[in-house]
């Protein structure tokens, strides 16, 4: 997609005041400690299992079959790409650079057989388009067709720069067989992987062999971000081929045969002198997680490349996660049958003792007890997970905790996650079956056919409460970075400064909060002024960030049941930086189903860019709101489509996949179409972007539920904004639910 001189520059639709390829690629490979600096999207996410069975427990960072990156960031040898897969999961950051060529490449492998990248490439001193240096941004989609195996090789369909201008857009078929080398007097002689394939594009521009129909010719006065749909497989296509010879475990030597003539950078450009089809290359690890490169190309220029990888199933540390104390066994009633006595139930003194008991176990454990409802043959514990991703965790702790204090004579444990005071699942098990399986080599399996799910009741009237948890007030005051990118004059922009947060809680559901920021320095006001012909409802962001001091939000909230798998929520007051009204919403979600459906209705105005009390400056006011239906499609793949009414009065819908993970881990996109037509939108045609969240602890190998996370778009434009609401309901609620307590049933034990 190119990166023509627009005015507004892609740029975080909700700001991460840590965030972005360079400060994670950083984290990734240093081990760095980070703390929660999510604006908007902060504690929970919504974590799932790994697809496939639930999830076992984390291991530390470990690569070993994961393959080496090409200068595209995904799979491959040098230039060409291979027909090889990363492992599930993983996150690639690739950084490379040639003949005044850069590309700036995040790949994630969002399921076995499929990954994406986004791109961002430059093309210094090009004189191209009206640029000095110019840049462009890209998205690529490989499927694996074929894994390997011992007599066939994997084969790989990729699309590069699928949608936009097609600067460097090619359509390829790779396979890749790998052969373990016989060992020399030497010793072991290592791996060799021969690569071969087809390409079409700019992967077919050089030595083709045939073609199939015309294909359209690259256009760099398109505004792109468009699917390029009717060029794909189209035009002549050409071979590609290499090797890629690893002696050891640190070393690899690479050679190919590139089928790109680069004929845009040597006739359009003029940047690279391409005297050669063969490229070589030398690469080394230099730890698990870092592979840096150099190359000879195209007879003339001198490469280098570094590849940066990680898996959220694999933390960079251990996890450290205390123990869990063990459940504690009831004696037979034949052997003491007055411990199994029910005469304390007529006692209304025990209900309290037992809570504090509970509170003076579990509170140190990162779990806060709300409400214990006792009688003499069931118990149920209303708590809030403070520490641990995922819930399953908590629920394994509140159980313990019940077998620890509850009298013999209780046999059934109710426990009940609580989210800002709403009841969001009850889970239900024998006392008996957690004391007989808790050591059983099948205990996972086993819990997940004893422990029963469903909707929890009303609170009852004689569940008493932790009467310290209300009325309380919270503050932080902590660092905030928000950074903007793709800016033609300035790609990298940020700004940085303190913000300080305060909540107060006068009841179970009831929320009052409210931020205040202050600049330090930055230069996000430096960003281009807006030429939207909509209503500017996000692209005059560099004006709203040209004053210091800000009130960033402030409202009140009240969340509560409704009824029988409702969910409801009611927000009023400054909801973020550009909006402030009134926004309601309705989820229906079943603790049993993969589905939910919701609707949100809003009225809001647009606050003057101050930041402060004032909505005149704009005089523009505007009723939104969506209808929204999720689906979890298996473990860890959750589907959203939001269709409505959006802040520039535009109506269409956002459809976003989401792949999540137990701890926390969440990496999706998402696009939004409208009735804006591409002309009036803009650069990049519509909305659309990727987003990821990334839990503290899965850095820092302590655990908690605090996160950092943003979603980054290519562009900010004003067709297909939604409204930013803090505590939408969904991602509250879905991580203690069957789906995604099933998922993660191992972690019930630790």
Not at 125 to 151: M, V, W
Not at 362 to 390: C, F, K, M
Not at 698 to 711: A, D
Not at 716 to 728: C, M
Request: glycine fraction near 12%; hydrophobic fraction near 35%.
């Amino acid at each position: 997609m190119s990166s023509r001189r627009q005015p507004d520059q892609g740029r975080f639709t909700r700001i991460g005041r840590i965030g972005g390829l360079a400060v994670m690629a950083g984290m990734i490979a240093t081990g760095a400690r980070a703390q929660d600096h999510s604006a908007y999207v902060t504690g929970p996410v919504d974590p799932l299992a790994l697809p496939g069975t639930p999830e076992a427990a984390p291991t530390i960072a470990r690569y070993p079959d994961a393959p080496t990156l090409n200068f595209y960031g995904a799979a491959g040898l040098i230039d060409m790409p291979s027909g090889e897969a990363a492992p599930d999961g993983q996150i690639n950051a690739g950084v490379s650079w040639f003949g005044g060529i850069g590309r700036y490449t995040l790949t994630f492998q969002g399921l076995p057989w499929v990954s994406a990248s986004f791109r961002y490439n430059s093309f210094a001193n090009a004189n191209f388009a009206g640029f000095d240096t110019y840049y462009d941004r890209s998205f690529d989609l490989r499927f694996r067709l074929l894994k390997e195996s011992t007599y066939l090789p994997a084969v790989t369909l990729g699309l590069q720069d699928f949608v936009g201008t097609g600067i460097s857009a090619g359509e390829y078929i790779a396979a890749t067989k790998t052969f373990d080398l016989p060992p020399s007097r030497l010793g072991s002689t290592g791996t060799l992987k021969v690569t071969g394939g087809l390409g079409w594009g700019r992967l077919g521009s050089y030595g083709s062999i045939s073609g199939y129909g015309d294909r359209p010719s690259y256009n760099p006065n398109s505004t792109g971000g468009e699917l390029a749909w009717d060029q794909w497989f189209r035009g002549p296509f050409a071979p590609f081929a290499g090797l890629e010879w690893r002696p050891n475990d640190k070393l690899g030597f690479k050679v190919e045969y590139s089928s790109d003539a680069y004929v845009t950078e040597v006739q359009d450009m003029g940047i690279l002198d391409r005297r050669s089809p063969v490229n070589f290359g030398v690469e080394y690890k230099v730890n698990d997680a870092i592979r840096i490169g150099g190359y000879y190309l195209y007879g003339s220029e001198v490469g280098f490349n570094i590849q940066i990888q990680a898996n959220p199933k694999n933390p960079p540390l251990p996890p450290a996660v205390p123990a869990p104390q063990p459940v504690l066994v009831r004696p037979s009633p034949q052997s003491d049958p007055g411990a199994w006595s029910t005469a304390w139930a007529d006692s209304s003194t025990v209900a309290p003792v037992l809570r504090d008991n509970l509170i003076g176990v579990l509170d140190p454990q990162g779990i806060t007890v709300e409400t214990v409802t006792v009688s003499a043959h069931s118990a149920e514990v209303r708590y809030r997970n403070r520490r641990y991703w995922p819930q399953a965790n908590g629920v394994g702790r509140v159980a313990r905790a019940m077998a620890q204090v509850m009298p013999n004579s209780v046999e059934t444990f109710h426990i009940v996650p609580q989210s800002e005071g709403m009841a969001v699942s009850r889970v239900t098990l024998r006392r008996s079956d957690l004391e007989v399986m808790e050591y059983d080599v099948e205990a996972t399996s086993a819990m997940a056919g004893l422990v029963g799910y469903s909707d929890p009741p009303p609170l009852s009237p004689t569940a008493v409460s932790n009467e310290a948890l209300f009325p309380r007030f919270s503050y932080s005051l902590q660092p905030y970075f928000e950074p903007s990118y793709f800016d033609p004059d300035k790609p990298i922009r940020i700004d940085v400064g303190a913000e300080l947060n305060g909540t107060y809680r006068p009841a179970p559901g009831w929320i009052a909060s409210g931020a205040l920021r202050y600049k330090l320095f930055g230069d996000l006001d430096g960003g281009r002024p807006s030429n939207s012909v909509l209503p500017h409802v996000r692209s005059d962001w560099a004006e709203y960030a040209q004053h210091d001091f800000t009130m960033r939000n402030l409202y009140v909230a009240k969340q509560w049941r409704p009824g029988q798998n409702l969910y409801a929520r009611a927000t009023l007051g400054y909801l973020e930086q550009m909006f402030g009204g009134v926004s309601t919403e309705l989820l229906w979600k079943p603790v049993n189903s993969p589905l939910g459906l919701g609707i949100e209705a809003n009225y809001v105005a647009q606050r003057d860019q101050d930041q402060w009390f004032g909505f005149g400056q704009y005089d523009y006011r505007v009723a939104t709101g969506h209808a929204s239906a999720y689906y979890e499609f298996g473990p860890g793949l959750i589907g959203q489509v939001d269709a409505g009414r959006y802040l520039a009065g535009d109506w269409g819908a956002t459809v976003s996949l989401d792949r999540t993970f137990a701890n926390g881990w969440s990496v999706g996109a998402f696009f939004t179409l409208t009735n804006v037509s591409s002309e009036d939108f803009g650069e990049g045609s519509f909305d659309k972007g990727i987003r990821f969240s990334m839990p503290v602890n899965w850095i820092l190998g302590q655990p908690s539920r605090q996160t950092v996370g943003t979603t980054i778009t290519p562009i900010t434009r004003d067709g297909g904004q939604r409204l930013i609401v803090p505590g939408r309901l969904y991602p509250q609620i879905r991580d203690a639910h069957r789906k995604a307590l099933d998922d993660a049933s191992v972690r019930f034990w630790q």
